[in-house]
């Protein structure tokens, strides 16, 4: 399992881009980027998943370089619901469990 | 969407006393996984289950912990004799074959507080 690094936390304000970016040096050819989110008293929800380029669906986007050697998660127009705390995963298909890290707590002010 | 159901969403319970915690998985879903969460800390893997047995489990998972897959919709997890560390969250997921890498969904969760 490539090892990955993100911030603990992040402040913003209510109707602003928020990007949260993950490194993983040791990602492997095979292995995807998969970031979760993760409610107060509820259990974690898949966001978004990419392996290179740019991913984009109706909750985010997902901007990986080519180095492939980070991601960034990027929220657009946050408001206070999306106050949570935001995991960033790498593995491939061998990987059957989820292995979650401390995530990024990102804390939305009106 | 289809959702992973929880029940009960929260339970206390005295300590050393047996609990059961239930989830109803997606139908079509053929792996089932329990975690936990103690309160301020990571979320942490449990159990994986597939095909009516476990696939792997975690130093957590000792002896006071079991699965079952009592019928074709229920998968739960017992606590034998609850102890005060035993205090949680504890989250059920599923997934499906072939489905997204950590392509999960998870339920909303079960809160036990061993008194």
């Known amino acids: 399992l490539a090892k990955t690094t993100q911030p603990i936390s992040m402040d913003s304000y209510e109707g602003q881009e928020v990007n949260i970016t993950c490194s993983h040096n040791n990602i492997a050819t095979n292995d995807y980027i998969t970031w979760y989110q993760q409610f107060p008293s509820q259990g974690p929800r898949f966001i978004i998943q990419?392996?290179?380029t740019k991913v984009t669906n109706e909750v985010a986007s997902l901007f990986i370089p080519a180095d492939r050697k980070s991601s960034t998660l990027s929220l657009p127009r946050v408001s206070l619901s999306d106050t949570a705390v935001y995991y960033c995963?790498?593995?491939?298909?061998?990987?059957?469990?989820?292995?979650f890290g401390k995530g990024t707590r990102l804390h939305i002010l009106p | 969407e289809p959702e992973v159901t929880q029940t009960p969403s929260h339970q206390v319970t005295q300590m050393g006393q047996e609990v059961i915690l239930r989830c109803v998985p997606i139908?079509?879903?053929?792996?089932f996984y329990w975690y936990r969460q103690i309160l301020g800390q990571k979320v942490e893997f449990l159990v994986s289950?597939?095909?009516?047995?476990?696939?792997?489990k975690s130093e957590i998972f000792d002896d006071q912990f079991s699965v079952e897959r009592p019928d074709g919709s229920n998968f739960t997890l017992k606590i034998r004799s609850t102890k005060l560390e035993d205090s949680a969250m504890y989250f059920c997921?599923?997934?499906?074959?072939?489905?997204?890498?950590?392509?999960?969904?998870f339920g909303s969760g079960t809160r036990l507080t061993v008194v």
């Open positions: 990419g392996y290179k």
């Open positions: 997921a599923s997934r499906t074959r072939g489905q997204l890498i950590y392509g999960y969904t």
């Open positions: 139908s079509n879903h053929l792996y």
């Open positions: 995963l790498v593995g491939d298909s061998t990987d059957d469990k989820i292995i």
């Open positions: 289950f597939y095909n009516n047995e476990i696939s792997e």
